[in-house]
């Protein structure tokens, strides 16, 4: 397809903001585009979109609206939800979050003993440590001095020993960041997190929730607490007071700006038509490598230290969303919905993967993210880095025939195929607009696939079955035998209590 069309790359590249998307190195061509345009209108995608941005419950078995556009939409876009405007309330409650952060680094909110904080503490899990995480590790280059984060989110008693051992609990600031302030693990670490602090130390907890009431409930001090509403979905809630770490660690002029992205590529949604609108079009280019090619996971490989809990996120972001198989009404689904989404930072992938991703049987699509200029120095790694990323995506879509390589011993094993799809996102920079920009872009792909396979995204039935067992399998390691269980779970509860009583445990 390269060689028909000279202005291929031209042709199948988007500029969406400041970011440049390049979908030529995938099996599509303009009718292929225009038909996946035509499945996307006669699905009525725009409306989808306009359902959302003003507030009908499209998170139909949860009852709710989606409004995770309107942390980043100005007052002046009132939008009426229920008798109240949502996107007033949203900068009603964001004004109070970065006034409270302004505080902290003017050194008017401190410690009992009048210090500043150096730390930060996140205790939150899923939605509520993954986007924070990747922002707050994003924007290294962009961080206030003299104060750090760190995250505790698994129930691993490893995760609060490891981050706390070397902190000091004066001077640490900790944020519970849990819409339902009810997950297991995140109120596990919590109270652990509690007994930790100093026994004056009340007023360095903040929580981040939607359940402003059971926080107090905790003993959180109501001026301590940040609330964000039901209608943000935890996998889209980094733009809400989930972002409190994040903003604590940047400031709020940079969290501004990090909103101001996201809201770049929403404006680019309300305007684009269906050919140019660059989320669309990664959705049903996704939709199409599975239907046509048999792509059934997909490979997310930023080209940046910094962005390496990208893949992570997006994980739970699409999987969470998307890896349903019922559609809307309740009927099954009867094609592959969400991608196994898995990734790590290029070019540690190169030397991990990538020799799969080459050579291997699986169907796997690659999403490459980079950025033209780094922060750090020398320059030149930074150049080696791009390369590399630009290189790879060559070598996937172009291979290298066996023929090339026919004096060389085992030509066959060195043979690449090619054809592999994949993308690639560049920016210039990585920025706090720019991570906006990604993360707001994949957002909307994501919304995108859910509304065109007819799936509801906002839900997630499927993380509760294995939670609810898990209370009875506590039970069962604590030597409660329960007559529902089954001869693998008494054999593995019984192996850990003969374990646990042998070591003395
Ligand atoms: O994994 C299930 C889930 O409900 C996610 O959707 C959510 O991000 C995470 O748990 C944490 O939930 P919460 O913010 O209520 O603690």
């Not at 980079?370 to 750090?376: E, I, L």
Request: glycine share 8%; hydrophobic share 40%.
């Amino acid at each position: 397809m390269f060689a028909a069309d000279p202005e291929r790359a031209r042709h199948f590249t988007i500029p969406i903001g400041d970011l440049v998307v390049d979908l030529s190195k995938n099996p599509w061509d303009d009718d292929i585009r225009r038909a996946l345009v035509r499945l996307a209108e006669s699905a009525d995608v725009a409306g989808a979109w306009r359902r959302m941005r003003s507030g009908e419950a499209i998170n139909l078995t949860e009852g709710r609206a989606v409004g995770h556009t309107w942390l980043r939409t100005p007052r002046t876009e009132s939008t009426m939800v229920d008798g109240v405007d949502v996107v007033a309330d949203a900068n009603d409650l964001l004004d109070r979050m970065l006034e409270f952060v302004d505080d902290v680094h003017a050194g008017r909110v401190v410690a009992a003993d009048g210090s500043r904080f150096t730390d930060i503490v996140n205790v939150g899990i899923g939605g509520s440590d993954l986007g924070p995480r990747l922002a707050y590790e994003a924007l290294r280059a962009h961080r206030v001095e003299g104060v750090r984060a760190h995250f505790v989110s698994n129930v691993d008693p490893a995760n609060a020993a490891d981050v706390l051992g070397s902190l000091d609990p004066r001077r640490t600031l900790v944020v519970i960041a849990s819409k339902t302030f009810t997950t297991d693990e995140t109120m596990a670490n919590a109270r652990l997190i509690r007994e930790w602090l100093p026994a004056d130390g009340d007023r360095q907890i903040c929580a981040v929730t939607t359940d402003t009431d059971r926080a107090i409930e905790f003993g959180v001090a109501p001026d301590r607490c940040f609330p964000f509403r039901e209608w943000v979905g935890g996998r889209y809630s980094i733009g809400s007071s989930v972002g409190l770490v994040l903003a604590l660690t940047i400031g709020s002029h940079a969290f501004r700006e990090f909103l101001a992205g996201q809201r770049t590529i929403d404006e680019h949604v309300d305007s684009a038509p269906p050919n140019e609108n660059g989320p669309l079009l990664l959705a049903l280019l996704g939709i199409w490598n599975a239907v046509a090619g048999g792509v059934t996971s997909k490979a997310v490989v930023p080209y940046s230290y910094d962005l390496r809990s990208l893949p992570a996120f997006l994980q739970q972001l699409d999987m969470e969303s998307n890896g349903k198989s019922v559609h809307r009404d309740g009927s099954p689904v009867s094609v592959a919905t969400a991608p196994i989404v898995w990734g790590a930072a290029g070019t540690d992938a190169q030397h991990a993967f990538f020799q799969l991703l080459h050579q291997g049987t699986p169907k796997v699509a690659v999403d490459f993210v980079g950025f033209a200029v780094g922060h750090d120095e020398p320059r030149s790694q930074h150049e080696t880095l791009v390369a590399n990323l630009i290189a790879q995506s060559r070598a996937l879509a172009f291979g290298r025939p066996e023929s090339a390589t026919e004096r060389l011993p085992a030509a066959a094993h060195r043979r690449f195929p090619g054809n592999r799809p994949n993308t690639v996102v560049l920016a210039p920079r990585l920025t706090p607009s720019t991570l906006g920009q990604i993360i707001a872009l994949y957002e909307h792909v994501v919304f995108f696939q859910g509304w065109l396979w007819d799936i509801n995204s906002f839900d997630q039935f499927g993380v509760e079955l294995g939670k609810e067992m898990a209370t009875e399998v506590r039970s069962e390691l604590e030597g409660r035998p329960s007559s529902t269980s089954d001869s693998s779970t008494r054999m593995l509860t019984e192996w850990c209590r003969a374990h646990r009583s042998s070591s003395g445990g």
